[in-house]
């Protein structure tokens, strides 16, 4: 079983930053894509940015250059530092991952992690 930890939300004022991060543990043999999403109240969730196993990003229009993605193979971890906050970035954050079981990718979500960007 594959478990999913999202850490680093919390409230932060229009203009600053904050960075999440998302630790995958359990049996885990490759993670393909890891991703971050978010879900604001009353919206449906969509992605905010992707990263493949081999470092290529990929970004929602409304965050490309604020936010940035990485990841560290070697520990499974996936990070996302936003900057440049507003409040439209307000949402429940969530990880996610590709997990290779045998010879079939399944997708893993975190429990998500509450973003607040005051005005």
């Known amino acids: 079983q594959v478990q999913l930890v999202e850490s680093g939300g919390g409230l932060v004022q229009a203009g600053g930053s904050l960075r999440l991060s998302c630790a995958a543990s359990?049996?885990?043999?490759?993670?393909?894509?890891m991703g971050w999403y978010r879900q604001a109240p009353g919206k449906q969730r969509e992605l905010v940015a992707i990263i493949t196993s081999g470092g290529r990003t990929n970004y929602a229009g409304a965050v490309k250059g604020r936010f940035t993605i990485s990841r560290d193979n070697a520990k499974n971890t996936v990070t996302l530092q936003m900057s440049s906050l507003k409040p439209e970035d307000t949402a429940v954050y969530y990880c996610?991952?590709?997990?290779?079981?045998?010879?079939?990718?399944?997708?893993?979500w975190g429990q998500g992690t509450q973003v607040t960007v005051s005005s």
């Open positions: 359990g049996r885990i043999f490759s993670i393909k894509d």
């Open positions: 996610n991952g590709e997990f290779l079981y045998g010879s079939t990718w399944y997708g893993h």
